[in-house]
């Protein structure tokens, strides 16, 4: 896995490294250069309900950012390290890498095409935590990830796309699961602005595939949905419908064939001085570092102020229940109820200096196995400075 490793590395790198120079006399392109520095205090380290552990954590952050924009074609590259050093655990002293590239191209005035690829190295076990509600050890993980995506206007109301992933993990410790995971998604859309003002219908149905080295689970759905903007600010979207999946154990399960459904309902505002969302969503959706998957119910809302020129906060939060039971999709019991808060403060220094204060309460309880309840409380203040080249 190394040398795959260095090869992702090397090209991300290498592709900054060819596409600098030529962005030094293009208006339309863009350098960014960050350099981030945070202090963090932790009240449990390791998210554990039996032996909690405090700790305070510096975090240095260098990072690099791309940008090319132009008539049909828009372009990014970023790299950034996160170089973790703790007070009294310095045996997870670490550097978490992340790099990606991202390019939109409009080939023709009916068909478009993008693509992203990723590469992501990290090693804190409340990495997942904000999208999954799940929690890791401190094994270090190595997280790919590339898609692409097309979309072609039939008509004037009328357009279709199709969309391709694949994502791989590895870890470096044997105790944690590998997996690979495939997907692709077809999806139509037509315009209902002659029934409803404002309103976008849509279908889609999508396959995926999960593998691990001791099972496979295929994954089928369809659903129907509906965007409207009901208002300037306000948007609200809904897909419903159902899911199919197969699962292929190597010992102790028979396969098993299981039917569920699929629900995202969600708003978004967007105010002069507010703006924010919110979503629901159920599913079914893979665990990192474990066999299989789970079925996932989310509600998470994320809010923005702007309480004056350069003084702007924010606050988010999450509910989050992992349910899996063995030999259905799943290996292991996964029973887990996820609750998490963060509220924080950014001050804009000057155009280039921003100064963030945060605080994250999560608090876990899990039904399965011991049937314990864990909570962390952490506190973040950090300062960033950017210098944007050839604006």
Not at 54 to 83: C, M, N, Q
Not at 113 to 137: H, N, P, Q, V
Request: charged content about 25%.
């Amino acid at each position: 896995m190394r040398g795959v490793e260095n090869r992702i590395v090397a090209l991300l790198l290498g592709s900054m490294i060819v596409w600098a120079p030529n962005s030094f006399a293009d208006g339309g392109d863009t350098v960014i250069v960050s350099l981030g520095l945070k202090e963090e205090y932790n009240d449990n380290i390791f998210f554990d309900a039996d032996d909690e552990e405090d700790d305070y954590i510096t975090t240095i952050s260098p990072g690099i950012e791309l940008s090319r924009s132009h008539e049909r074609t828009s372009a990014s590259l970023k790299g950034v390290l996160d170089i973790g050093r703790y007070a009294d655990n310095d045996e997870l002293d670490d550097v978490d890498q992340l790099y990606k590239a991202n390019l939109f191209h409009q080939l023709t005035d009916r068909f478009y095409f993008s693509g992203d690829a990723s590469y992501k190295r990290d090693s804190r076990s409340d990495r997942d935590i904000d999208e999954t509600g799940l929690t890791l050890g401190t094994d270090v993980r190595k997280k790919q990830h590339y898609g692409v995506d097309i979309g072609y206007v039939l008509s004037e109301k009328f357009t279709i796309g199709a969309a391709g992933t694949y994502g791989k993990e590895d870890f470096d410790n044997s105790n944690e699961v590998d997996s690979d995971i495939y997907k692709v998604e077809l999806q139509l859309k037509y315009n209902l602005s002659d029934w409803f003002p404002l309103t976008t219908g849509h279908v889609t149905t999508s396959y995926a595939r999960y593998e691990d080295d001791t099972m496979d689970v295929d994954y089928y759905n369809l659903l129907f949905g509906v965007e409207r903007q009901l208002t300037e600010i306000f948007t609200f979207y809904a897909d419903l419908g159902g899911r199919y999946s197969s699962s292929k154990f190597d010992y102790f399960y028979d396969d098993d064939n299981s039917f569920g459904a699929v629900v995202d309902v969600g708003c978004r505002y967007k105010g002069e001085l507010t703006s924010g969302k919110a979503f629901f969503s159920h599913d079914l959706a893979a665990q990192s570092g474990s066999t299989g998957g789970t079925e996932r119910t989310s509600f998470v809302v994320s809010m923005r102020r702007r309480f004056a020129e350069k003084l702007s906060g924010r606050l988010t939060g999450g509910y989050y229940l992992n349910k899996s039971s063995s030999g259905e999709y799943s290996y292991g019991e996964t029973d887990e109820t996820t609750i998490r808060i963060s509220p924080s403060l950014s001050y804009r220094v000057t155009q280039n200096i921003n100064l963030n204060a945060s605080y994250k309460y999560v608090k876990l309880k899990d039904k399965a196995g011991k049937n314990q309840t864990t909570e962390r409380n952490s506190v973040f203040v950090s300062l960033v400075v950017e210098h944007h080249f050839f604006e």
